[in-house]
């Protein structure tokens, strides 16, 4: 009854930039917290950046500088600006929100299906 879908992503050389852009879709009623999450290979998934309604927003001490991350409420989207790219950026990075549906009954996290982003020379 929800869903997220992402854009962006794929591949850059250390020191350039992508952007991901997220759009959520559905009987949503409110959206609380959205934001990205990346999951490298043999690796737990972790938080990248994630903002709350109203709040400020929150980074991992591994993009803090080099990643911002803005929400369009209205438009129910968020996006991340990845600059200055590592190769340690390698991963994929799912979108992340924390939504009720206007025929839930609680607040629920909902996750996008992922997209690839490489970081290589």
């Known amino acids: 009854q929800a869903q997220l879908v992402e854009s962006g992503g794929g591949t850059a050389q250390p020191g350039g930039s992508l952007t991901l852009s997220c759009a959520a879709s559905?009987?949503?009623?409110?959206?609380?917290?959205m934001g990205w999450y990346r999951q490298a290979p043999g690796k737990e998934r972790e938080l990248v950046a994630r903002?709350?309604?109203?709040?400020?927003?929150e980074y991992a001490d591994s993009v803090k500088g080099r990643f911002t991350i803005s929400r369009d409420a209205a438009k129910k989207t968020v996006t991340l600006q990845m600059n200055s790219l590592k190769p340690e950026d390698t991963a994929v990075y799912y979108c992340?929100?924390?939504?009720?549906?206007?025929?839930?009954?609680?607040?629920?996290?909902?996750w996008g299906q992922g997209t690839q982003v490489t970081v290589s020379s």
């Open positions: 992340h929100a924390v939504m009720f549906l206007s025929t839930g009954i609680s607040w629920d996290g909902y």
């Open positions: 559905g009987r949503i009623y409110n959206i609380n917290t």
């Open positions: 903002t709350t309604s109203g709040g400020l927003p």
